[in-house]
C-alpha cells in the first residue's frame, strides 16, 4: 500500500479530472469492498491490479487497456512482491477492466477490477463525460456537446449497451437501473446536463 501510494497514484495527476487520483482511490476502495465475497482472492494482487488498471492513459484512452497490461509486466518492482505468474494476472485484470472490451475478463481479479471501475452514479456520469468532451472535443459548443454525451450515454448505458456488470453482490446493477431512468426522461436529463455545463464553464 506505501508503494501504490507513493508511486502509483501520483501518476493519475496528469490524466483528465475524471481519472484522477480520486477516481483511482475510489476504485481501489471498491475493488477492497467486493473482494469480500470471494474469499479465495489475493488482495494484494487485486490492489496493484486496481491502482494500475487506468496508468495506459499516458499514451491516449482508445488502447488504455492494453497499455496497462504492458506497463504492469515491464514495472521490474513488481517483482519483489510477486512471481511471473501472479503479474500476468494483475496484467490480464488491468486490461480486462474496460467497459467496451469485447470479451468477459478472464479471472475473478478482472470482474472485480471491472465492476469497481463502473462508477454508476448519474451526476459523476455525466460529468465526467463532459469533461472528456470538453477537452478532447473544445471547439464543440453546449448542443454539440449535448448531442454527443447524449449519443454516448445511449451507446453505454442504455438497454442495450456494451456497458457488462460481473460481481451480483455489487450495488451498480440497482444504480444502473436508476441512471436509465434519468436517461430516458430526456427534459430532467437535459435539466442536469445544462446545470452541470454551467458549473463546469462559469
Known amino acids: 500500500m506505501q508503494f501504490v501510494e507513493r508511486e502509483i497514484v501520483p501518476r493519475y495527476d496528469s490524466f483528465d479530472a475524471g481519472h484522477n487520483r480520486d ?24 490492489l496493484v491490479a486496481a491502482a494500475y488498471h487506468d496508468l495506459g492513459l499516458i499514451n491516449g484512452r482508445e488502447h488504455h ?9 515491464e514495472d521490474t518492482r513488481l517483482r519483489q512482491w510477486f512471481s511471473e ?61 449535448y448531442n454527443r454525451l447524449m449519443d454516448h450515454m445511449r451507446e453505454k448505458y442504455d438497454y442495450g449497451g456494451y456497458l457488462k456488470l460481473w460481481i451480483p453482490q455489487s450495488d451498480n446493477a440497482k444504480r444502473l437501473e436508476e441512471f436509465r431512468k434519468t436517461l430516458a426522461d430526456e427534459t430532467a436529463f437535459r435539466r442536469l446536463f445544462d446545470t452541470i455545463y454551467d458549473q463546469l464553464t462559469s
Request: proline letters at 3%; charged letters at 25%.
Open 65 to 73: 487497456h492494453t497499455d496497462s497490461a504492458r506497463i504492469i509486466r
Open 85 to 145: 505468474d501472479e503479474i500476468n494476472t494483475i496484467a490480464d485484470a488491468a486490461e480486462d477492466h474496460r467497459a467496451s472490451s469485447n470479451h468477459e475478463p478472464r479471472t475473478i481479479y478482472g470482474r472485480i477490477v471491472a465492476e469497481a471501475d463502473r462508477i454508476i452514479d448519474t451526476n459523476t456520469i455525466v460529468r465526467r463525460a463532459l469533461q472528456y468532451g470538453m477537452k478532447h472535443q473544445p471547439g464543440l459548443d453546449r448542443e454539440a456537446q
Open 23 to 46: 477516481h483511482v482511490h475510489t476504485v481501489i476502495s471498491q475493488a477492497m469492498t467486493l473482494s469480500q465475497y470471494y474469499p479465495e482472492v489475493d488482495r494484494c494482487l487485486l
